[in-house]
């Protein structure tokens, strides 16, 4: 086993995407607990399919995908965010709107425009294969942002995802933090895309959040615990997925789901004690 | 007594709609003013152009030695998550955070502050207590505390809704009537404000379209010669 995990760091590839799925998964788990919280859970899922519909359009015209997706996913997660606040669309139902209609757009114009050599499940599923080494530098220092951001405005953070109107009250710029977090969650929906896809990718910020809950009562513990998960979940299943090729974003839900079966059932029996 | 805020011909609304039309009144030091009026009144609407959460259509409220970031705001506890994973310090600790700016790390002087807070309103048991574990009034009791660490000098308090039980309620009333006999302003929307429970020494009763501003004993006269 040993020598099997040594042997496979021997792939550039596999160094790749381990050093870029335990950078986007400790992010993913931070921005998770605030989006969690303020449930506002399904924004990720939305940003995910229209990241897809520009990488397709990227594709096509040639344009580097990562590039090119970026600045479009931030500018439409501002959107959606302004929209919301003077609208008398319901959120949810505009998430869907935006992300179905993205997800039609790109493979609607993949199969249409002939001679482009792409394959669909590799955006739609991910695939460590595609990381790349520029994939590398670029999560390292986005990664660092994220962390150096969330560490220094924590308070800050715990104040406006527990109650807005106070945090507003006593002079946080609450505006300020909710494009900020749009502008997080957009760069780690990007990023993470590669490793597991763009439809897996929400289960990245959702599912290490909601686990933690289930057994932690402070915000803390909560932030703490959802990172060690997502990070967890992320390795293992990277493992199983090299060994017994596995697709690795679907391994690394199913790795998560098991982990919030297991924790919910322990809070069951904490509960009935 | 020193003029703690002076609102004038206010008017305040969303967009075009107007809520709130020419409303003048004054809150001096240690004043205990309460806001009464139906559903849809305004209450809630004057609380966030206090609260400066939005901004006058008309007229102007004036602040004097306060900011408007130092106001205690003590929100209903229906507007928070109760199954939030919070601990009581972390959330009384956060309304500490009006006198930080970028680096909002705390430091010693706030935890002392906060065993402080919570000794005065006798919940230092609940400190390391999860949020979701707590009843009602404690939960209640906790929001009162953040709005403390925020300032002593005025809290705005918007009142829980009829669903609370009385006890709760005479014991929330009698921590006001304390801190406001110690040198605290209180202004507190209630919802059911009757003969029976008046409290404080001003009454802001807002209608439809006019409002009345004066003393308890002022209100009770206008209450009894009908309007």
Redesign the interface.
């Known amino acids: 086993m040993v020598n099997e995990i040594i042997n496979m760091f021997s792939y550039d590839f596999i160094v790749r995407a381990f050093i870029v799925g335990i950078l986007i998964s400790l992010c993913a788990a931070l921005i998770g607990t605030t989006l969690v919280?303020k449930g506002s859970s399904m924004i990720g899922d939305g940003l995910s399919h229209v990241a897809f519909g520009c990488i397709s359009i990227a594709t096509i015209l040639g344009f580097a995908p990562l590039e090119f997706s970026l600045p479009i996913v931030v500018f439409v997660s501002f959107l959606i965010l302004r929209i919301n606040e003077?609208s008398s669309m319901h959120k949810d139902s505009l998430i869907a709107l935006v992300s179905a209609s993205s997800l039609a757009i790109g493979i609607f114009l993949i199969s249409v425009v002939k001679g482009v050599n792409i394959d669909i499940n590799n955006y739609l599923f991910g695939s460590i294969l595609s990381v790349s080494f520029e994939d590398v530098i670029i999560s390292i220092i986005l990664s660092i942002i994220v962390i150096g951001l969330y560490v220094?405005?924590?308070?800050?953070i715990?104040?406006l995802t527990?109650?807005e109107?106070?945090?507003?009250?006593?002079?946080?710029n609450v505006d300020f933090y909710n494009i900020l977090f749009s502008s997080l969650c957009s760069i780690v929906v990007v990023l993470g895309m590669r490793l597991t896809g763009s439809l897996l990718i929400s289960c990245l910020i959702i599912f290490p959040s909601i686990s933690?809950?289930q057994l932690?009562?402070?915000?803390?513990?909560?932030v703490i615990i959802s990172s060690i998960i997502s990070i967890f979940a992320f390795i293992i299943g990277l493992f199983i997925s090299c060994f017994y090729s596995t697709p690795t974003g679907a391994t690394i839900v199913i790795i998560n789901l098991i982990i919030f079966i297991v924790f919910k059932l322990f809070s069951l029996i904490k509960k009935s004690i | 007594m020193n003029e703690l805020i002076k609102v004038n011909n206010l008017s305040l609304g969303y967009?075009k709609k107007v809520v709130l039309k020419n409303i003048s009144f004054s809150v001096l030091e240690n004043d205990f003013l309460c806001v009464v009026g139906e559903n849809g009144s305004g209450k809630s609407t004057l609380i966030k152009g206090l609260?400066?959460?939005i901004k006058p259509m008309k007229g102007s409220i004036k602040y004097n030695n306060l900011k408007?970031?130092f106001?205690g705001?003590i929100?209903q506890d229906t507007?928070?998550?109760k199954n939030?994973?919070?601990?009581v310090s972390?959330?009384v600790?956060?309304?500490r955070?009006?006198q930080?700016n970028?680096?909002?790390?705390?430091n010693n002087e706030d935890f002392e502050k906060l065993d402080e807070v919570l000794k005065r309103l006798k919940i230092y048991g609940l400190k390391n207590k999860?949020f979701?574990?707590l009843s009602g009034g404690q939960r209640q009791k906790v929001l009162l505390a953040?709005a403390m660490m925020?300032t002593t000098k005025l809290l705005i308090l918007d009142e829980p809704s009829n669903n609370l039980d009385y006890d709760f309620k005479k014991e929330l009333y009698k921590i006001l009537e304390e801190l406001n006999e110690k040198g605290v302003t209180i202004i507190m929307i209630t919802h059911d404000l009757d003969h029976s429970n008046l409290i404080g020494n001003k009454i802001l009763a807002l209608r439809s379209d006019d409002y009345f501003f004066g003393s308890v004993l002022e209100y009770v006269e206008v209450l009894h010669h009908g309007k």
């Open positions: 919280l003077n220094i405005s924590y308070n800050k715990f104040a527990f109650d109107k106070f945090a507003k009250s006593i002079g946080i933690a809950i932690f009562k402070s915000f803390k513990g909560v | 967009d609260l400066g959460l408007q970031t106001i705001y929100s507007s928070v998550d939030f994973p919070a601990l972390e959330i600790l956060s309304g955070l009006n930080k970028i680096n909002c790390f705390y999860s979701s574990s953040r925020a």
